[in-house]
């Protein structure tokens, strides 16, 4: 059974600065692509970061780049997205997704096909 479990969610006014953390448990963590996703109210699920936990060979999406960072620690199978100068649109839930093999090849697809379990997720605001 695998299970992914987001957390550090909240509210935050914009410029403000979260970082969500996701623990994984039950597979192999340590030869995964791990991402960070995204949805709002009325819109299409986005993706916005990926990591190959083997290799830490990191992706991004173009409308997070220089704000948001993914990272790792493989001894406690723990993902992070750092979330720097949030802005109102960043608001959604969060979602930390695992794929099901072990190859890195597609980690950048951040469409998501790829992806097979998903956390509960974990709600961001921006506002002021």
């Known amino acids: 059974q695998v299970q992914l479990v987001e957390s550090g969610g909240g509210s935050v006014q914009p410029g403000g600065s979260l970082r969500l953390s996701c623990a994984a448990s039950g597979y192999t963590f340590s030869r995964r692509c791990m991402g960070w996703f995204r949805q709002a109210p009325g819109k299409e699920r986005e993706g916005l970061a990926s990591i190959f936990t083997h290799d830490g060979e990191i992706y991004y999406a173009d409308s997070v780049k220089g704000r948001f960072s993914i990272s790792q620690d493989n001894t406690n199978g723990t993902v992070w997205l750092q979330m720097n100068s949030l802005k109102p649109e960043d608001t959604g839930m969060y979602y930390c997704?695992?794929?099901?093999?072990?190859?890195?090849?597609?980690?950048?697809?951040?469409?998501?096909?790829?992806?097979?379990?998903w956390g509960q997720g974990t709600q961001v605001t921006v506002s002021s």
């Open positions: 997704a695992a794929g099901l093999s072990e190859l890195g090849s597609w980690c950048d697809d951040l469409t998501s096909p790829g992806y097979t379990y």
